[in-house]
């Protein structure tokens, strides 16, 4: 398998690949064993610094579980945290060629918004930085966030000023309102709802409950290792023996 030198660091042994349902559930099982360790409420966990690393993993997993909505888990999404930081994650995509299977990947940058003007959230984000070409940005919207958006005209804003990253998204919890029905269930409030802003707009709702509902019964493995190149050119897998530590 050839590497960019930039994706060297994906060569390590120790790097697992984690399936989005684990991290999407996991992180919800973390935030709440945080906030009865430190006998906390929702908001005042949610903000603590101890837990901005593991939403930087928690939206990149939104990321790859909104890429299945158009990839079947066979070859599916996958994430992994990095050994170290910059990026904030990875996701990756298994190809398969008949020259040998790859992995497509790409490198993850997270910001989150918590208010205010949220083009400068961006542009703060990415001022006087350097990034691979190849990195998505995700903008996770706090759920403390009380702003209506609006996200086409940002998306048009954004497109014009033609920042350094390509792939631009924002990622949220609910629908966006010039989507919600009008009458909405229970099962549309607790839908995520990922736009990517640039290089186009294009909004993706999709309910956890029922994406990961393979997995929760047993269908889906929860994480795998890949051992570079087997047999006939193939990649091998490698199911790890106990749960591999995701969240801080």
């Known amino acids: 398998m ?17 399936n989005p349902c684990w991290g999407y559930f996991g992180f919800w099982k973390r935030l709440a064993e ?85 083009l400068d959230t961006f542009k703060n984000k990415m001022k006087n930085k350097s990034y691979e070409p190849n990195t998505a940005l995700v903008c996770l919207l706090s759920p403390n966030s009380t702003e209506v ?26 629908l966006e309102i010039v989507s919600l029905p009008e009458k909405p269930t229970v099962e549309d409030l607790v839908k995520v709802t990922l ?14 409950q029922a994406v990961c509902q393979s997995w929760r019964t047993g269908g889906e493995q929860s994480w795998i290792k890949f051992a570079g190149r087997g047999l006939n050119n193939d990649l091998v897998k490698i199911k790890t023996e106990n749960a591999p530590k995701l969240f801080d």
């Not at 990149?60 to 910059?86: I, N």
């Not at 990517?196 to 294009?202: C, D, G, I, N, S």
Request: charged fraction near 25%.
């Open 2 to 18: 050839a590497y960019p030198p930039h994706l060297n660091y994906l060569k390590d042994s120790n790097i697992v690949w984690f």
């Open 34 to 118: 945080f906030r009865k360790e430190k006998k906390i409420d929702f908001k005042t966990a949610w903000l603590s610094r101890g837990m901005k690393r593991n939403k930087e993993l928690y939206a990149t997993a939104l990321l790859a579980l909104s890429m299945r909505q158009d990839a079947p888990m066979e070859s599916g999404w996958w994430f992994t945290k990095p050994l170290s930081d910059p990026p904030d994650g990875v996701i990756g995509t298994i190809v398969k060629r008949s020259s040998g299977n790859i992995i497509n990947v790409r490198e993850v940058e997270v910001v989150e918004y918590f208010g205010g003007d949220l």
């Open 149 to 174: 958006l609006d996200l086409i005209k940002l998306s048009k804003q954004i497109q014009s000023l033609k920042f350094p990253l390509t792939y631009i998204f924002v990622v949220f919890h609910g």
């Open 195 to 208: 736009v990517q802003l640039a290089p186009e707009y294009v909004p993706i709702n999709f309910s956890p």
